[in-house]
């Protein structure tokens, strides 16, 4: 299974383009999408969801066309938007029923597999009661079984693990390597450790362009011998954040730990090697482009 | 001091750029225009038996000035009772509650808001008014205060009242607008029913929120003096006659009285005065605070299951093969299902008691009054049919569904229908008994009706307030029985063929553009 996206462009009007010119190809496994607000990557969701139509370019699943036949991803999609909502009146069994009919699941066996569904996600305890009465983390909890409901094949996240703490973040973290075998898997975050235990690829989007996309070694690649830790005075620090890309910073008394990448003239005296991470990458790429 | 204008302004913005707000304007501009009907008109709009003024400018400035004042009172109320519950809705309030700005300050913003929305759509009546003096001019000469006073002196501090009634009514009555609206209904019909109480220059006009009584007055006067007569009444609104011949009187305006513009000031301030004594209730968007004892048991009791559950692991499980099922009826059951969940359950019980007494009331009555009045009351259901998934931002899930056009909305548009039509039984069956098949037709095609307009303007809008004014017009025509606007053909019908072809058309293209219009927005969101 793939889904193959061709010089993808959305303007919204005149000043504002969500994405541009945007190609890539996505197939089985964990595609993590990382840029900073604005970048796009809700935009690009929406697009392969069906819920919004690009200006120009095409997207392809399995070799279908799916901006003229959206019907053809809907059969085999999971969607959790970022700022979804729910009908309060509605309790857990009765909303996901209502969700598997939009998704054409249905049978004798809806039953058994919205509970094992809701055990999954921990609810079965508060399931009969309306989802109005609902914490932020079990409102995210109960979308994420709703987009589980149809063995889907495409799923898409975004910003799945809002609201969820450490130990739910950790669990869901599992249910998608789990998954990922199976189906193609799109996952945006802001929480950058979110993306590099999960995905098997990164892409990096900013401005509504895709900046960079490869399996995470090759994208740390681009910042590795160039990440550096020093100690430095307080005083010091803005004149060293016009030199260098700071990625990070630790107040100690009066001195600072500072974490940074070079852009040229190689690192300050004293300065420590120190092993790259994606998110020292991100903010390269992000920061440089 | 500053701030507030600032406050306001963007309040004023935020209510104002909506789709619906522009179909209000549109609305209003045929309002406006038939508030000035032609002489061969098969209605009044400012109505004295056999009488009709000479179209000067005295008369159009004031019969538009005072049919704004008395439309904009009714359907005004309607328009501007959400401010307080869109801060609620969006979660603004939220933020408001924790700056330094007092209950009151806030209040007197909504107030003034609601105010500059109102005077938004006067604005455009007073606009209107004028190009139709140019449009039915009788060679009378322009004046252009006798335009511009009225809607100074009449329609401004109504709406201020309006205005400050809506706030008052939001602070104690929060969420239960419809409750909210059958109250003012009711207030409003009061001071309607006094126009005609006080004379011209009588001082008892000061009484009359409104300051209808002197317009009214001074008319009855004029008729009286100059043809002899002895008329007591004169109405508002749009009455329906067969009358083609009416005398024509020359009316020039009333003569404005200290007593009569004190009393408008005093009746904005008093307006004021009750949204002050309003702030000392209100919740400052504080619900726990406020949540019964029911409520609160609730709450507890879910803090008690949260604590308890140790979160399992999130796993898909060994989960059962997926059957495909397209149909629509598990939408159908659903949609039902929130209908009937919508609501307090006194609300119900008042639903039933009409209910039951339309099985029991003359027929003619209960198609006339009971059926429009136990559809109307089911408004809020109704206007969300199509609403609710955008303001639950459920919307993502619908549109992104397989077939969302094909399968959701048929699925909303048949559960409303079923709604409307299992309201409606008492009646339909006791025609049947009573082979009357045309009136079962029109009550049925007045079902589907109904519910298509609901979701086409809660489809075009994206918004409640629109259906919810609209429908009020609708169901006080019927009660009110003007044929040209029932949609229920409670009204005998002269050629009832006539009628259902029309309702027929009109059904159908409400279908066409609901469908047209979701299947542009399920996939432009």
Not at chain 1, 61 to 78: A, S, T
Not at chain 2, 210 to 219: A, K, P, Q, W
Request: charged share 15%; glycine share 6%.
């Amino acid at each position: 299974m793939s889904l193959v996206i061709t010089n993808l462009t959305k303007q919204y009007n005149k000043n504002k383009t969500g994405l541009s010119n945007y190609s890539i190809t996505i197939g089985k496994g964990v595609l993590g999408l990382l840029g900073p607000n604005g970048a796009g990557k809700s935009t690009l969701m929406k697009i392969i969801a069906t819920i919004s139509k690009p200006t120009e370019g095409t997207l392809f699943l399995d070799g279908e066309d799916i901006v003229k036949n959206p019907d053809r991803i809907r059969k085999v999609l999971g969607y959790l938007p970022q700022d979804f909502g729910v009908y309060p009146n509605l309790n857990a069994y009765e909303f996901l029923e209502y969700i598997a009919a939009m998704k054409g699941v249905g049978g004798k066996d809806l039953r058994k597999r919205i509970d094992i569904l809701l055990e999954g996600v921990n609810l079965t305890a508060d399931a009969k009661r309306p989802i109005g009465t609902y914490s932020g983390g079990m409102k995210q909890r109960i979308g994420i079984a709703q987009a589980l409901l149809n063995d889907p094949k495409v799923l898409i996240f975004d910003e799945p693990t809002v609201g969820l703490d450490p130990e739910e973040r950790m669990r869901f973290r599992q249910l998608i390597s789990d998954l990922a075998d199976d189906c193609i898997i799109i996952l945006s975050s802001h929480i950058v450790s979110d993306i590099e235990t999960i995905a098997d690829e990164v892409a990096i989007m900013k401005g509504g362009l895709l900046l960079e996309k490869a399996i995470q070694p090759d994208i740390i690649k681009r910042v590795e011998g160039r990440v550096f830790e020093t100690l430095i005075d307080n005083s010091e620090l803005t004149a060293f954040k016009t030199k260098h890309l700071v990625v990070n910073t630790n107040r100690q008394k009066d001195k600072v730990s500072v974490r940074y990448i070079t852009r040229a003239d190689g690192p300050e005296p004293g300065s420590a090697t120190v092993n790259a991470t994606l998110e020292d990458a991100y903010l390269f790429l992000t920061q440089n482009s | 001091m500053k701030y507030s204008f600032t406050l306001i302004k963007a309040d004023y913005l935020q209510r104002t750029r909506s789709y619906s707000f522009l179909i209000t304007l549109a609305i209003t501009v045929y309002a406006a225009y038939s508030f000035v009907p032609p002489t061969n008109a098969a209605y009044t709009t400012l109505n004295v038996t056999g009488y009709r003024g000479a179209f000067n400018s005295a008369w159009v400035g004031y019969v538009s000035a005072t049919m704004t004042a008395v439309m904009l009172s009714l359907y005004g109320f309607l328009l501007v009772n959400n401010g307080i519950k869109k801060d609620i809705d969006t979660e603004v309030g939220l933020i408001i509650a924790t700056t330094p700005i007092s209950n009151f300050g806030y209040l007197l913003i909504k107030l003034f808001s609601n105010f500059l929305v109102l005077l938004t759509i006067a604005g455009i009546t007073f606009t209107v008014s004028m190009v139709m003096f140019w449009l039915r001019g009788s060679g009378y000469p322009f004046i252009f205060t006798d335009f511009i006073t009225p809607y100074i002196l009449f329609a401004l501090p109504a709406l201020f009242v309006v205005s400050g009634l809506a706030v008052v009514a939001e602070v104690f009555l929060g969420k239960r607008s419809i409750l909210q609206f059958i109250i003012y209904f009711f207030i409003c019909g009061a001071v309607m029913a006094g126009i005609n109480g006080p004379e011209s220059g009588n001082p008892t006009v000061a009484f009359d929120p409104f300051g209808l009584s002197l317009v009214t007055g001074s008319i009855k006067s004029q008729i009286n003096t100059q043809f002899h007569e002895n008329i007591k009444q004169v109405s508002f609104g749009f009455i329906f006659s067969n009358r083609k011949s009416f005398r024509t009187f020359e009316w020039n305006g009333v003569s404005w009285t200290a007593i009569f513009i004190t009393s408008r000031l005093i009746w904005m301030a008093f307006s004021m005065a009750l949204v002050y004594l309003s702030s000392f209730f209100f919740h400052r968007f504080d619900f726990n605070q406020s949540a019964s004892r029911k409520k609160k048991a609730i709450i507890q009791d879910q803090q008690t299951i949260s604590t308890e559950i140790r979160p399992a692991a999130i796993n898909a499980g060994p989960l059962p093969p997926v059957v495909i099922d397209y149909g629509i009826l598990p939408f159908i059951k659903t949609e039902l299902l929130l209908l009937i969940r919508k609501g307090a359950k006194w609300f119900w019980l008042a639903s039933a008691g009409v209910w039951i007494a339309m099985l029991f009331a003359p027929l003619d009555i209960a198609h006339t009054y009971l059926l429009p009045i136990v559809w109307f009351l089911q408004v809020t259901r109704f206007s969300e049919l199509v609403t609710k998934e955008r303001t639950n931002r459920l919307h993502y899930f619908t549109y992104s569904s397989y077939k969302p056009l094909l399968r959701m909305l048929p699925a909303q548009i048949l559960a409303g229908i079923l709604f409307a039509i299992i309201l409606a039984l008492p009646i339909i069956v006791r025609y049947i008994i009573n082979s009357n098949i045309d009136a079962v037709i029109n009550i049925l095609l007045g079902a589907i009706f109904i519910v298509l307009l609901a979701v086409c303007l809660g489809i075009i809008s994206g918004g409640k307030k629109l259906f919810e004014i609209i429908f009020f017009m609708l169901t006080y025509a019927v009660t009110q029985k003007i044929p040209a606007i029932d949609y229920l053909g409670a009204t005998p019908q002269q050629d009832n063929t006539s009628h259902i072809v029309i309702i027929a058309i009109l059904i159908l293209s409400l279908v066409t553009l609901s469908f047209f219009v979701r299947n542009y927005q399920a996939r432009h969101l």
